[in-house]
């Protein structure tokens, strides 16, 4: 619950004062993308490698609550997430538009809860071998938005430059 509750205060509070942030600290969007997909493909590279499960604990890190800190934010509320609710927002002309991203926020939060409230149930039934490979098909998934998140990035460069 925890870990949910920072996510979902992280994507709202760059929903809503994101781009101020960005403007102040001389960011262009393209830039937060480039990042966000760089390490984005990171994480997918440690779940196709299967490091995640040695990483769960920051290093150098005791005591530290990992529902904050890793679970919470970058790997639920990552630079990915960040970024498309920073561009759907600016995109968002209308209030259907606003009440659609909202819906869409609290909806993704609901779904990230449901998943981890019942992750000893889902893990129970897909056991280890299913684990192990469902984590490497998101890895493959991510890896696959993280380089569409750089890609998108660089035309944006080259169409502002």
């Known amino acids: 619950r925890q870990a949910i509750l920072v996510a979902f205060g992280v994507i709202v509070s760059f929903a809503l004062f994101g781009q101020q942030l960005l403007s102040y600290m001389h960011i262009s969007l393209p830039a937060l993308q480039a990042s966000g997909g760089l390490l984005l493909l990171l994480v997918a590279m440690e779940l196709l490698t299967g490091k995640m499960e040695s990483s769960a604990q920051p290093s150098g890190a005791t005591g530290v609550n990992v529902a904050l800190v890793p679970l919470g934010t970058p790997l639920l509320a990552g630079p990915g997430a960040i970024v498309a609710t920073m561009v759907f927002v600016q995109r968002a ?66 169409q502002a430059g």
């Open 93 to 158: 002309e209308n209030v259907a538009d606003w009440v659609a991203i909202a819906l869409g926020i609290v909806g993704v939060h609901v779904c990230l809860w449901l998943s981890m409230r019942f992750a000893n149930v889902i893990h129970r039934v897909l056991k280890d071998s299913g684990t192990i490979l469902i984590s490497r098909i998101a890895g493959l998934l991510l890896a696959a938005i993280a380089v569409q998140l750089v890609a998108d990035a660089v035309r944006a460069f080259i």
